[in-house]
């Protein structure tokens, strides 16, 4: 019999954030849900991280498998999902906190559930980051501009000219092995090295006119970092590569290319480079990528205030940036 549920981690080298996912969460549903879900966790950790690992896993239920040699992000995120088994599959971030009764509470929803037609169920999710004493919940169905908790993809995207699954651990998505796998080598093949695969990966697995239902509680809480944890100027060439994919994938215009483009990414981008100037964030490759970005501004012709805004602030020198940024943060 085939668990209900896959949960999958892939890790690398945080050995202390894998503990305490299994201690607060991963080791208290593997025995209370027993064959209805399944642990995976591949690890692509150097050898010392990954002999903690395989301690902290070697009486329970969890599936621990450490990868021979480190096979990279988007390779071990291709392993999880074929590794699992279950009628739908989720990938968990090693360093998310996820809430015990709320997962309780999702669990009994799904088993009671007709999900026949459901392609994948997105999770909305708390922002580490509160606003007035109260945690920001994200990716609700009323955010992606649907007047209900289902929507078919493409209608998604059309509706509030974003790209989904950024934050690839807010989707469960149902895992029809045959079909998945064929998927998942197919897209393996093209975007290999990209930091972003799980955008068109995910996108693949539901289809363009796949069925996408909204839980309503929030599962997880997501901490910012205070660092940028990918070199960025391999981000943005990843990021842009998958854009240029999911334009065609989802029959987007140009324009609507370019609005996904440059209020989805180029915003977050030139904040990150504000915020690495002013000492609030570090930004690897930081130097070379705001002036990648600054001569973007200026070829592509952006009109909006916004974005003009922020290309003025990301040319300003540092000490009266400063200045600017204590008075309002930006």
């Known amino acids: 019999m085939k668990p209900l549920l896959s949960i999958t981690i892939p890790t690398y080298n945080r050995p202390n954030n894998l503990k305490g996912l299994y201690l607060k969460f991963l080791s208290k549903i593997s025995y209370k849900f ?13 050898s010392d991280c990954a002999a903690i690992n395989k301690e ?3 009486n329970s239920k969890v599936k621990y498998m ?19 088994k279950g009628e739908y599959v989720w990938v968990v971030s090693d360093d998310d906190t996820v ?43 009323k955010e992606w501009r649907s007047s209900k908790s289902g929507i078919q993809l493409h209608q998604m995207v059309k509706n509030s000219l974003n790209i989904p699954f950024i934050l690839f651990s807010s989707v469960i998505v149902k895992n029809d092995c045959v079909k998945s796998h064929n998927i998942l080598d197919s897209v393996q093949n093209k975007f290999l090295n990209n930091d972003f695969i799980q955008i068109p990966l995910f996108s693949e697995l539901i289809g363009k006119h796949g069925w996408v239902e909204f839980y309503t509680e929030s599962l997880q809480q997501y901490q910012p970092p205070k660092y940028v944890r990918f070199a960025m100027f ?7 590569e998958v854009l240029r994919h999911m334009t065609s994938f989802f029959s987007l215009s140009e324009m609507e290319y370019e609005s996904i483009y440059l209020q989805g990414c180029y915003r977050r981008w030139m904040r990150w480079l504000i915020q690495d100037r002013v000492g ?4 690897k490759d930081a ?16 009109n909006n205030l916004i974005n003009t805004r922020l290309f003025l602030l990301n040319i300003m020198p540092v000490f009266l940036l400063k ?5 309002k943060k930006i």
């Open 34 to 46: 027993d064959y209805e879900i399944e642990i995976i966790i591949c690890d692509n950790s150097d």
């Open 56 to 58: 902290v896993f070697k």
């Open 66 to 84: 450490k990868n021979q040699s480190n096979i990279g992000y988007s390779g071990n995120l291709i392993r999880c999902l074929k590794e699992a």
């Open 99 to 141: 809430d015990l009764e709320a997962f309780n509470r999702f669990m009994g929803w799904l088993k009671n559930k007709d999900t026949r037609d459901v392609d994948a169920i997105m999770l909305p999710f708390q922002n580490g980051e509160s606003r007035l004493n109260q945690r920001q919940v994200i990716n609700t169905f």
């Open 234 to 240: 391999r981000m943005v060439k990843s990021l842009e």
């Open 280 to 283: 609030v964030l570090k930004v």
């Open 287 to 302: 130097k070379e990528v705001r002036w990648l970005l600054i001569r973007k501004w200026w070829f592509m012709h952006f």
């Open 323 to 327: 200045k600017i940024y204590k008075l």
